[in-house]
């Protein structure tokens, strides 16, 4: 046998494990005699790209089997109890055709507007137009008593280095990273939002700043002019954007196509 039939040989030999690796011949479960497929469940796991993202086929499938299982278990019951033939299914049948008509519709409009040029384009146009705020670098630390916080300020007053007092003294982390001053007033605390707002770059606080958390010893470590944000961290904003107008435009050129007769409850033409 030359080398290239003992290739072929075994990549046959490794599709038949493969094969086998993918459930029982690729079916992941028998219920009653009815087969769940690999197959089934490998399409649920594609459908969902946020899924994909953060996991693997071999854990969804570990994770999911026993959903399937059961669903195979109730759609068996509903199936015996003649659910289907009853009008309330039909009538959620006909809905239901038309739910994922609409959504299919849409998803393929949105889809072909939302595209790596669209979004690149959006973004340079944010760049564009951004008009940066100054921003704060703020660190903190916070103890549980006025005493130990005036401790801290004295030992700061005496050239004490921020960042050794906060790792000797502070129950949480210290920075609390760059932020404008609509950030501040909107996510701290009004104490620790006012006492902030009146330092300046390289001052801390010099008396303790009481809140609900503690007392605080704050610092500005440092001030900068904001930057537009880099691309990865808010493609998925840029992105959702771009679906939203993508939709709002699609209904709008259907509305202003369609032919359109409306009547209120007592039959009266709106």
Do not use: C, W
Not at 26 to 41: E, F, H, R, S, W
């Amino acid at each position: 046998m030359n080398k290239k039939m003992i290739a072929l040989a075994m990549m046959g030999v490794l599709a038949a494990v493969n094969a086998q690796a993918a459930g029982k011949d690729g079916v992941a479960a028998v219920v009653n005699g009815k087969q769940v497929k690999v197959a089934d469940i490998k399409t649920a796991y594609d459908m969902n790209p946020k899924v994909k993202e953060k996991t693997s086929f071999n854990e969804f499938y570990d994770n999911t089997l026993d959903i399937f299982v059961d669903g195979e278990i109730v759609y068996q019951a509903a199936m015996a109890d003649k659910i289907t033939e009853s009008p309330e299914y039909a009538a959620q049948l006909a809905e239901a055709k038309k739910e994922l008509a609409r959504k299919m519709y849409l998803d393929k409009k949105v889809r072909a507007s939302v595209n790596d040029k669209a979004v690149k384009k959006l973004y340079e146009d944010y760049k564009g137009t951004f008009h940066g705020e100054q921003e704060m670098n703020l660190k903190h630390i916070l103890v549980d008593s006025e005493a130990v916080a005036k401790e801290v300020i004295a030992k700061l007053n005496s050239d004490g280095q921020f960042d050794k007092l906060a790792k000797q003294y502070s129950k949480e982390p210290a920075e609390l990273g760059y932020l404008t001053k609509e950030q501040i007033q909107e996510m701290m605390v009004p104490e620790f939002a006012q006492a902030t707002l009146k330092m300046k770059k390289g001052q801390f606080s010099q008396k303790p700043v009481k809140t609900q958390f503690g007392y605080h010893v704050i610092m500005i470590d440092d001030v900068r002019d904001a930057k537009p944000e880099p691309f990865k961290s808010i493609e998925p904003q840029l992105k959702m954007m771009l679906a939203k107008k993508a939709m709002s435009d699609v209904i709008s050129s259907l509305q202003n196509k369609a032919d359109v007769v409306k009547y209120d409850l007592k039959g009266n033409k709106l």
